[in-house]
T-cell receptor
C-alpha cells in the first residue's frame, strides 16, 4: 500500500526565517509522481510542484525549493525567507493507479505552517 | 491556466434532502475527482471518473453517487443528506499528460442540519 507521512503537524516560524516541511513516502511502484499542494485559509488546494520518480534533480522556484531523495524516500519542501502569506496547510501527495485507469493521489495528513510577523 | 469551478462555496441543507454539487473544468481533462476533507481525517477520495459516463468508487463512496454526462462536468449527489456528510467537498481534474497533475476547485463547505 502507498503511504505518505508528514510527521510535522504544525510549525510556527517568525517572518524571514527559513522552514523545511518534511515528506516521506512508501510505494512499490517504480514509476510514480510526487506533489506538493498549498491550502490557504480560503480552502482551495493550489498545486505547487510535481516530480516524477526518475528525476531527482532539486528544484528551486523563487523562495521555494524541493529536495527529492529516492534513497530515503523523501520529498522535502523548503521555504526561504518565509512571509506571512506563506501561512497555510501544505500537503505532500503521491500518485498511483489503484483503480480504473486514472492516477489517484494519496495525501499526507498535512503540515500547518504559521508565519508570525 | 486550468480552471475548475464549483457551483457553491457554502451550502446549508436539511437532513434527508437531495443535494447536488456541481464541478466544471475548462481544460478538456479526461479525469475528474470528488474528495471530502474533514479535520483529523485528511482528504479522502469519494468517486472519480476517467471518461464521460465512466466512474469508479474511491475510498468512501457510501452515501454518494456521481454523474458525468459531459466531459467538462462532474456532479456529486447526496441522495439523502445526513449530518455526517457535513464537510468540505473538493473537486479536481487531471489529464494524461504532466503526470496527471490534479487541479482543484475552490471547494464547497456543506452543512447538513
Amino acid at each position: 500500500a502507498q503511504k505518505v507521512t508528514q510527521a510535522q503537524t504544525e510549525i510556527s516560524v517568525v517572518e524571514k526565517e527559513d522552514v523545511t516541511l518534511d515528506c516521506v513516502y512508501e510505494t512499490r511502484d517504480t514509476t510514480y509522481y510526487l506533489f506538493w499542494y498549498k491550502q490557504p485559509p480560503s480552502g482551495e488546494l493550489v498545486f505547487l510542484i510535481r516530480r516524477n520518480s526518475f528525476d531527482e534533480q532539486n528544484e528551486i522556484s523563487g523562495r521555494y525549493s524541493w529536495n527529492f531523495q529516492k534513497s530515503t524516500s523523501s520529498f522535502n519542501f523548503t521555504i526561504t525567507a518565509s512571509q506571512v502569506v506563506d501561512s497555510a496547510v501544505y500537503f505532500c501527495a503521491l500518485s498511483e493507479v489503484r483503480r480504473g485507469s486514472a492516477r489517484q493521489l494519496t495525501f499526507g495528513s498535512g503540515t500547518q505552517l504559521t508565519v508570525l510577523p | 491556466d486550468v480552471k475548475v469551478t464549483q457551483s457553491s462555496r457554502y451550502l446549508v441543507k436539511r437532513t434527508g434532502e437531495k443535494v447536488f454539487l456541481e464541478c466544471v473544468q475548462d481544460m478538456d481533462h479526461e479525469n475528474m475527482f470528488w474528495y471530502r476533507q474533514d479535520p483529523g481525517l485528511g482528504l479522502r477520495l469519494i468517486y472519480f471518473s476517467y471518461d464521460v459516463k465512466m466512474k469508479e468508487k474511491g475510498d468512501i463512496p457510501e452515501g454518494y453517487s456521481v454523474s458525468r454526462e459531459k466531459k467538462e462536468r462532474f456532479s456529486l449527489i447526496l441522495e439523502s443528506a445526513s449530518t455526517n456528510q457535513t464537510s468540505m467537498y473538493l473537486c479536481a481534474s487531471s489529464d494524461i499528460d504532466f503526470g496527471e497533475t490534479q487541479y482543484f476547485g475552490p471547494g464547497t463547505r456543506l452543512l447538513v442540519l
